[in-house]
């Protein structure tokens, strides 16, 4: 076995060539049956609900020998050790170092000192059986190597005492928290309220934080308190732990001021950022990828699309075949309590909407709450559908009951804007020259001021030509989603640009 350095950055190449080579040798020599085992005998969905997920060892030492470029500590911390990849790696990387591997399961610690024993490292690596969150320190340990692949544990499975406790230490540090944040940004908190100075820390993570709101704590520390020296980013559609759909980003920081980030690109391409670039942004992907996509995107004249418009989901009716009926089923009905609609996204994709053509759209049925406002034909069409939709149980449908009146579906304000959000290709964006309203298969975009004419056009030219898969959210396979606030962090020209 030998380590995939291309894929590993010249960072890791360099300590290969300091590192001796007995080292090196123990370091490929690494293996772990018990972790396999576990592994495999677990289902993903069973090891979800701990984070349980193993890292393969050409990433376990890769980042071992990243660190050891970095630090030479007194002591290392394997933040959710499982069965004990990191400290085996770090022990034999460190051998001066006293080596600490925290696991709050039972089992993973098991399997973590039978590891350590079948190596002799019983005198170097101590098994803690406890949370990592109630992990403490002595103050005299020296330097500190922070390292490994905290738990993604979502924030429903999170207790709530935890969740004060992040919200605590944020706090401590001045910096914003969210409840939302999973398991893995509560690690760094930790790792950041135990922080000695001369400490290193270098973790592999699920890499949403780089552009979710939940992760704006982790954006403000690496740019703050614990700068961010390097990060290896991993082609978003390709899955690096079997069974999870998450992408994965490797990241170090310590307390040493810098002005710049290395990046290491999914190709292997190595760039440098302005820290201060990634301070000022509320998605890091898109902002490296403008960085890299070289000087015709310059994003210091971007500005967040949410600051200039907010993004709105369509409505859900609960049931599209009940309330969106084709025009011609609807011809003897009064025009009044039904509108044209855009109830597929292939409506804003195939031009139907940017052609004008809303004769080739559904209607949805919108009653009014109160049907006694209704008289004449209006009313009967009314008492029809209602009859028609009790005698269907569309009434009870979870949407339809918590609606003020099941049968009143009413539908957003027309937007400006109508975009894609769930594609295997890039968004498409309209404009909404037709005033027409949508279900909550797109997106609606609307101005917070007044766009010219002019500007909407470039602003949709620009959206279209720019906007990439990329700065969605990406799953395994290749789809991907913008949820409303994702769509808000798209970057755009400034509205004097887009006006010009
Ligand atoms: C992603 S796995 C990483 C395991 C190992 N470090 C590796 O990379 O192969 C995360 C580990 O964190 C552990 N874990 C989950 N919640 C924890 C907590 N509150 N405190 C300590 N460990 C926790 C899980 O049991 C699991 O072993």
């Known amino acids: 076995m030998t380590y995939d350095v291309g894929l590993f950055s010249e960072k890791v190449e360099e300590t290969l060539m300091i590192v001796n080579d007995s080292t090196n ?4 020599s690494l293996t772990d049956n018990l972790g396999d085992e576990f592994m495999s005998s677990f289902s993903a969905t069973t090891r979800r609900a701990t984070g349980s997920t193993y890292t393969p060892f050409e990433i376990v030492n890769s980042m071992v020998l990243e660190s050891a470029g970095e630090v030479d500590p007194d002591c290392v911390v394997d933040c959710g050790c499982g069965s004990g990849r990191f400290s085996l790696a770090a022990a034999m990387m460190f051998p001066n170092a006293k080596v600490y591997a925290v696991d709050n399961s039972p089992l993973a610690c098991t399997m973590c000192s039978e590891n350590v024993r079948r190596y002799g490292l019983s005198n170097r690596i101590e098994v803690v059986n ?3 969150l109630d992990f403490s320190l002595p103050r005299d340990r020296g330097k500190t190597l922070w390292i490994g692949n905290p738990p993604y544990v979502r924030h429903h499975n999170i207790a709530a005492d935890d969740k004060k406790r992040f919200k605590a230490v944020a706090g401590r540090l001045g910096l914003p928290s969210s409840c939302l944040a999973g398991l893995h940004i509560h690690f760094l908190a930790h790792i950041a309220d135990l922080w000695q100075s001369g400490d290193f820390g270098l973790l592999i993570t699920s890499a949403e ?13 690496l740019t703050t308190h614990l700068p961010i020296s390097h990060m290896r980013l991993f082609d978003r559609s390709v899955r690096l732990f ?3 759909d998450s992408t994965a980003v490797v990241f170090s920081f310590s307390d040493t001021p810098r002005d710049d980030v290395d990046v290491t690109m ?7 950022i302005p820290l201060r670039v990634l301070n000022a942004s509320q998605k890091w992907s898109r902002t490296i990828d403008c960085v890299t996509d070289g000087p015709t995107s310059n994003i210091e004249g971007l500005i967040p699309l949410g600051s200039l418009a907010s993004v709105h989901r369509g409505v859900v009716t609960g049931n599209n075949k009940f309330w969106v009926r084709p025009a011609r089923e609807l011809a003897e009905f009064p025009e009044e309590l039904s509108v044209p609609i855009v109830a597929h996204a292939r409506e804003i994709m195939d031009g139907c909407v940017a052609e004008g053509r ?9 009653l009014p709450v109160d049907l006694g406002t209704l008289s004449g034909p209006a009313l009967t069409f009314a008492e029809k559908v209602v009859a028609d939709g009790s005698r269907r149980g569309v009434d009870k449908g979870y949407v339809a009951s918590s609606r003020r009146a099941w049968w009143s579906v009413q539908p ?4 400006a804007i109508m975009m894609t959000y769930m594609s295997r290709k890039n968004p498409t964006f309209v404009r909404n020259d037709l005033g027409l309203s949508m279900l909550n298969v797109v997106h609606g975009i609307y101005p917070k001021r007044n766009l010219s004419d002019k500007a909407l056009a470039n602003l949709v030219d620009y959206l279209n030509s720019h906007v990439n898969l990329r700065d969605g959210r990406v799953y395994c396979g290749g789809l991907a989603k913008f949820e409303p606030k994702e ?11 887009l006006e010009a």
Do not use: H
């Open 209 to 221: 934080w780089m552009d979710v709101n939940y992760g704006n704590f982790v954006r403000q520390l």
């Open 266 to 272: 999914p190709d292997g391409a190595d760039v440098s």
């Open 130 to 132: 406890s949370s990592f």
């Open 358 to 366: 809303s004769d080739l759209l559904g209607r949805l049925i919108t």
């Open 487 to 497: 769509a808000e962090a798209i970057l755009v020209p400034c509205v004097e640009r």
């Open 242 to 244: 079997e069974g999870t």
């Open 412 to 415: 957003p304000k027309a937007p």
């Open 25 to 28: 040798k123990k370091l490929l």
